[in-house]
């Protein structure tokens, strides 16, 4: 072999050798780096954080990646949650899932991370402004409210209400969205006189048995009760059971978890509740960062990811579905019999057994 045609082969050998290496040096690492996703809800053992853990777990198990978790101590901290995303950008997380305490004063922290690189996707509630965020999976808080609203107008019709309202701090979007729901399927303002109480359960029971306790002692005429989680509906109930007047208020509330929630609406100790699937979000939120990590699309805008109103009590003109759809979509752990229990007040409500295609993914 002439010495031009050994050039002409090393040459070629050479060209080959450096487009294999730019395809190997891509393709190999970018598999072999690995996708650490953070997840950070507002308290660790709310069940519909416990949810949205396993499901994000689930996920991120499925598709090779790594879940990190943190939380607030309560409802509200926000400075656990500050302390959550500076450790996790520090962890080199790709995307955090978030679900915020205080939906204004975490955008800082928000913008910190994203300047870093992170992609942030906000779950169930969003910040303030709600484009402080990458995305946002959730339900339609307003949504929720709209619908217990619209379904305690229904029972009360022209009949006068006064109204006790348990919510979340001044501020914050979820309970303002919820409330603001509420007030609109009602039919009244915020500055209603039917209002005559309101106070900050901090969406948990032993908060929101103080709260109505101290609705009772302002107005004990009250006799419709709104509230921002079920949590804080299973301590009104204790509330005005230990005044005796279970039988004469009304309560209405969000969640859909099994317990104190569908057990509630089972037994009528709340009305009706609008029913959301934080696993669904936690999953879509999982597969979104994998997703950007992997093909470099980012998520944008809003995605809603269901509502439902649940009652054992349906009223005409008000789309809702029984206690069996319910335990079958709830969150948490149903109590012993209460499936059958479900079935039982349905039946004897006159409610359809639900078709598997009513069912949402969950």
């Known amino acids: 072999m002439s010495s031009i045609h050994v050039k002409k082969l090393a040459l070629v050998m050479v060209i080959i050798f450096v487009v294999l ?9 970018k598999a072999q ?7 950070i809800t507002k308290t660790e053992t709310n069940p519909f954080f416990v949810k949205m853990r396993e499901g994000a777990q689930a996920v ?10 943190a939380s607030g101590k309560f409802d509200t901290d926000n400075d656990s949650q500050v302390t959550a995303i500076e450790n996790m950008v520090a962890a080199g997380v790709q995307g955090i899932l978030l679900v915020p305490s205080n939906t204004t004063a975490i955008v800082p922290s928000v913008k910190k991370a994203r300047d870093a690189g992170v992609l942030v996707i906000a779950l169930d509630t969003p910040t303030d402004p709600q484009d ?26 022209d009949k006068p209400a006064k ?8 501020g914050i979007t979820v309970s303002e969205l919820r409330r603001n729901g509420f007030f609109e399927g009602f039919g009244i303002k915020s500055d209603d006189a039917s209002i005559v109480c309101s106070g900050n359960s901090e969406g948990n029971q032993s908060k929101g048995q103080t709260v109505m306790e101290n609705c009772l002692t302002k107005d ?14 299973a301590g009104a109930y204790t509330a005005l059971e230990n005044a005796g ?37 936690a999953a879509l939120g ?5 997703k950007y990590v992997k093909e470099g699309v980012k998520p944008s805008g809003y995605t809603d990811t269901g509502v439902t109103l649940l009652t054992v009590k349906p009223m005409p003109g008000i789309e809702s579905q029984g206690a069996t759809f319910g335990v079958q979509n709830c969150w948490g752990t149903p109590t012993e019999g209460e499936l059958d229990a479900a079935m039982k007040a349905d039946t004897d409500a006159g409610i359809e057994m639900p078709t598997p295609e009513a069912t949402p993914a969950q």
């Open 21 to 29: 290496a730019s395809f190997g040096i891509h393709t190999p690492i």
């Open 245 to 281: 007047k279970e039988k004469d208020v009304t309560i209405v509330s969000v969640d859909g978890g099994c317990s104190p929630g569908v057990e509630y609406v089972i037994s009528g100790k709340i009305a009706a509740t609008s029913q959301q699937y934080p696993l669904k979000m």
């Open 132 to 157: 402080a965020t990458d995305a946002l999976f959730a339900t339609d808080n307003f949504k929720a409210g709209l619908l217990i609203g619209q379904y305690a107008k229904a029972v009360f019709g």
């Open 60 to 69: 991120a198990d499925q598709l090779g990646a790594t879940l990190m978790t």
């Open 220 to 233: 004990p005429d009250i006799n419709l009760v709104y509230t921002i989680n079920e949590p804080a509906a």
């Open 33 to 39: 780096s690995p996708i650490i996703i953070g997840l």
């Open 163 to 170: 109204i006790a309202t348990l919510d979340l701090i001044p």
């Open 286 to 290: 999982v597969e979104a960062v994998v």
